[in-house]
């Protein structure tokens, strides 16, 4: 039987199997990351160090800025993992409870891997927490399983004191390692076997090694298996603007098992209010997020279309209103497609809290090459699969023809 490749093999939320697992101490070929707490600014410089060579020094993400990455450790919004072979765990450990932080040679003989949890909500919106800044110097996912599986089943079990959050999401790398450029097949295979995230689309949101625009998974995990069912059973009607944006939803649910009610519905494209200057210059090496408000959406459509050079630009989008398909309807003949969906959530707060389906419509700078995820190849395929793959392969085609457009 086919499958696997994408959705995980159950395609069951993993939360109390993830828990069970963060019961027990950390093990011998990692730290637990409370240990960061005792040197802050040692953990930024290790991390860094880590990416820096994992990426062969070429890295761009938020890993520079010491004093205030040092900071939100200290303060707990970033929680920073280590993992490794048992005696380079134990000399890390010793640095910890050493004064001071070493010389940079001593961090750059250390071969270790890394992750990092930190507030989602720029990026997914209210009550995400963030998977990101991963990378090993041991050239492979080798020793990961068990280090990430326990970090993520502590972080569900409250690790992240003082933060309420329902959803974990990351955008794992899925490239093939090619021309000396490290892959993340095996991270991606990590996420969809042991970990058991949801897969629901793709974000080509970073410029990685090598110059290529990376066309990453993203995955959802939730805190409790039962918020994104009963959160299909009140979603009611999915409101969209175009067919490939219908055929997106429609196969991104069957591939996780829920059934949804889809609306195309033709509409005047909405106008943005006037042109904006862009107040800043974009990250060339990432995203910038809008989430866009309903209330004033002629505004936020203006801000989202502006270019500011950025490698993606994303507009998010609430699919249960009705109200968003003009909105839709501007977003794609501004250049933007619906690449990923967040579905709905039913959480129990202290009322429960309904939160609908969101769709991340993107529109790529076209001047970096694109790396697409290793199973566009083939592979032991559901069916449901080989859906989204060749949607997915006719989304890289309109992207090429626009590269090719603009060169």
């Given amino acids: 039987m086919g499958g696997g490749v994408i959705r995980h093999a159950t395609g069951d939320d993993r939360a109390p199997a993830l828990r069970r697992i963060a019961a027990a101490g950390p093990g011998a070929t990692w730290l637990d990351p409370e240990i960061c707490l005792r040197n802050p600014l040692l953990a930024v410089r290790l991390r860094r160090s880590i990416l820096l060579r994992c990426y062969n020094g070429d890295y761009h993400t938020d890993v520079f ?233 002629k505004s936020t459509l203006a801000e989202v279309v502006t270019n500011r050079g950025e490698a993606c630009t994303v507009a998010v989008c609430d699919l249960s209103d009705e109200r968003s398909v003009p909105l839709q309807a501007a977003l794609v003949r501004h250049g933007f497609r619906l690449t990923y969906i967040s579905p709905p959530k039913l959480v129990p707060l202290r009322t429960p809290r309904r939160i609908p389906l969101r769709g991340g419509f993107c529109r790529i700078r076209t001047s970096a090459p694109l790396a697409a995820p290793y199973y566009l190849e083939g592979g032991p395929l559901s069916a449901a699969e080989k859906t989204l793959v060749a949607q997915y392969r006719d989304l890289l085609g309109v992207w090429r023809k626009e590269m090719t457009h603009h060169e």
């Avoid at 450790?73 to 070493?102: K, M, N, Q, Y």
């Avoid at 040679?105 to 919106?125: A, M």
């Avoid at 009550?127 to 020793?143: C, F, L, N, P, Y």
């Avoid at 996780?256 to 106008?271: K, M």
């Fill in 65 to 297: 800025d010491e004093e205030r990455l040092a900071g939100r450790i200290a303060d707990g919004s970033e929680r920073v993992l280590f993992w490794g072979p048992e005696d380079h765990v134990a000399r890390t450990a010793g640095l910890f409870h050493a004064p001071g932080c070493p010389a940079e040679e001593v961090l750059d003989g250390l071969s270790l891997g890394t992750h990092t949890t930190l507030p989602g909500e720029e990026l997914y919106g209210p009550g995400h927490i963030e998977v990101a800044r991963t990378g090993s110097t041991q050239g492979d996912s080798a020793g990961a399983s068990d280090a990430i599986l326990w970090d993520l089943g502590r972080v569900l079990a409250g690790a992240r004191k003082g933060e309420a959050f329902h959803t974990i999401s990351c955008v794992p790398r899925n490239r093939r390692s090619a021309h000396g450029i490290p892959g993340g097949a095996a991270i991606h295979r990590l996420h969809t076997r042991a970990v058991g995230s949801r897969h629901w689309g793709v974000a080509p949101f970073y410029v990685m090694a090598g110059g290529s625009l990376e066309v990453l998974d993203y995955r959802e995990l939730s805190s409790e298996d039962t918020y994104v069912s009963e959160g299909f059973a009140v979603c009611g009607t999915v409101h969209v603007s175009d067919a490939e944006s219908a055929s997106l939803v429609a196969g991104l649910c069957e591939l996780n098992g829920f059934a949804v009610d889809i609306r195309t519905s033709q509409a005047e494209p909405l106008a943005p209010l006037g042109a904006k200057t862009p107040a800043t210059t974009g990250d060339p090496h990432g995203p910038r997020v809008v989430h866009m408000d309903l209330d004033t959406p």
